[in-house]
């Protein structure tokens, strides 16, 4: 292929930089679309594309899913590889930061199904992520969210031995991998979703860890100090250590309850408006109390300590949590957050459904999007 296949693309802004070279919004001119192309840094010693890209390419074509990033095409020209790939309006850590407070319970539940839904299809074609985490999944205004970044995933054959350690980024790593394990298996990215479930309705890292012992130390103080009879085997861990200090477990619910509400008072410190009472009763309420156990249940089985033990997604889907799903519009401020500029209307409580499309002729179709994406 030639290089003329990239004069095809106009750039109109980088929009990240990683691990393995820049991402870039740009406009496929004759799709007239707009997309987001990587360019996969390579070895400028390397002849060509590394075999184990290819391998990685072909395995996320085949990943086909609503929950996982589109890839759209691959263009391998000369020594450099682009992956052109379904653009997204932001990543969950851009949208949470923007959002500025807890999220909605609606959001979560449907944010968490859908992540479920999307590892389920990955780890049923016998692929792990290896690191979920905030900047890796991706949203759009119609309420999706979708795994991106494979960079890491490997295809898998059962039992998945010797890995590298540094795979998942610390604040989602899984104890068995800060234990220093050689079997990765898919309860590695389970793990990984709790964390990330648990940030989503604290507004928080659950386990911000700023070392391998810090990190693990953050788990116990919440978790737990594990021993035999919540991890059997946990002794035969080559990073286990006997003398660790010891925590008690910690009630999920209240912590998850404190930290949401110290996050409500913190981030809306200055806040008069309606929002942050708001937020602040409906702790109280017992609506939301009940979705919150149900949550914090679901919770205790993603991070459970024995990855045996921790559930597969297909199982955490049956979970009661999912039974009412409600479909929500997306409100003014969830739009602000992706970087939409919806029209004037004056509804900053963060909770109210109404649609803020400029025609709301098409209102139940609308209503339709924000929220579970229906039966993936
Ligand atoms: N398809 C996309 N649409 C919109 N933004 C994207 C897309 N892919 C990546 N990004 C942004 O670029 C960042 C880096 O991309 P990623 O694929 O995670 O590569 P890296 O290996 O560099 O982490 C992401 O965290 C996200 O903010
Ligand atoms: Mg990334």
Redesign the pocket.
Known sequence: MSCDLMNNFTRLGK???????V?Y?AKQKDKDRV??L?KIRLDTEAEGVPSTAIREISLLRELDHPNI?QLLDVIHSQNKLHLV???????L??FMDNYGKVLPMNLVKSYTSQLLKGIEFCHSHRVLHRDLKP??L?LDVNGSIKL??F?LARTFTIPIRMYTHEVITLWYRAPEILLGTKMYSTAVDIWSIGCIVAEMIMHKAIFPGDSEIDQLYKIFRVMGTPDQSMWFGIDKLPDYNGAFPQWKTQNLLQHILKIRENSINKKLKDDSSQVKQTLLKELKEKAFTEQLIQLCDLLKYMLKYDPKERDSARKLLKNCFFDNMKYINPDKNFLIALGHNPDKRNDDTGYETRSVEKSSENKDEKENQLGPAGDN
């Open positions: 929009i990240g930089e990683g691990t393995y070279g991402v919004k997309v987001a990587k990033v790939f379904e653009y997204l309006d932001k990543d850590k851009q900047q890796n991706l991106a970044d960079g």
